[in-house]
């Protein structure tokens, strides 16, 4: 299996720009969540899908952050518009449903805004 | 809601020294417990788990029991490596809980010198 697999690895953009990250989850896998990492936060998870549909997004900071799945094999993490603050790695996990409690985390994608 | 809190990094050993890092949750219930290690540039990956009191996960040579007590789960390892360089979090998942309830603590930087 190749794991959860993200793209791009590295982005780099100025701001007021789209941003947009991908994630392939590991298959069959039943969750899938985006996380965002940076020194001063640690990890917060912004927002989950079960089976394709979001359940939770309360950690999505503003709406300039939208989510979607639309099948179980992809889901997108956009920015629009960008903002130097939101300079951050984000990691998308995905998990089965008997054993939500063990995750699986991609490589991350390392965001740079101007 | 759930908490997890761990020790304040940097940590910065020796080659062959005794590692020590402190993890308490709060929980309602008996949490399932985790910590997950994240090398250079990598996601974060399952390092070892116990799921009820007095369990002990092992893995690659670390250890950490589960201490209802205390509500601790303090990771440890005999004598350390460079290559265990890495940053360590521990997590927090409730009984009975949804696949949203994995808590993370706030990450320990663990460097070790040759």
């Known amino acids: 299996d190749a794991g959860v697999i993200q793209s791009p690895r590295h982005e780099v953009t100025e701001m007021g720009q789209e941003v947009t990250l991908r994630c392939k989850p590991i298959s069959g896998h039943d969750y899938l969540f985006w996380y965002r990492q940076t020194m001063m ?15 939770d997004d309360s950690g999505m900071p503003e709406d300039r952050f939208s989510a979607k799945m639309p099948n179980a094999s992809f889901s997108t993490l956009k920015i629009q518009p960008s903002e130097p603050r939101d300079s951050a790695v984000y990691f998308c996990a995905s998990s089965w449903w008997d054993t939500g409690d063990e995750q699986f985390f991609g490589p991350g994608t390392r965001l740079t805004v101007l | 809601g759930d908490s997890v809190t761990q020790m304040e990094g940097p940590v910065t050993l020796s080659e062959e020294a005794f590692l020590t890092i402190n993890c308490t949750y709060t929980a309602t219930g008996y949490p399932s417990l985790f910590w997950y290690v994240q090398y250079p540039g990598e ?7 116990a799921t009820k009191a007095d369990d002990k996960g092992s893995n690659k040579g670390f250890e950490a029991t589960y201490r209802k007590e205390t509500t601790s789960f303090h990771l440890e390892k005999g004598s350390v490596q460079v290559s265990d360089s890495a940053v360590y979090f521990c997590a927090a998942f409730p009984s009975g809980g949804g696949a949203d309830g994995l808590t993370f603590g706030k990450g320990t930087h663990l460097i070790i010198q040759p």
Request: hydrophobic share 50%; proline share 5%; glycine share 10%.
């Open chain 1, 41 to 55: 936060r640690g990890l917060e998870l912004l927002i989950y899908f079960n089976n394709n549909v979001p359940i």
């Open chain 2, 43 to 49: 996601g974060l990956q399952l390092l070892l788990k």
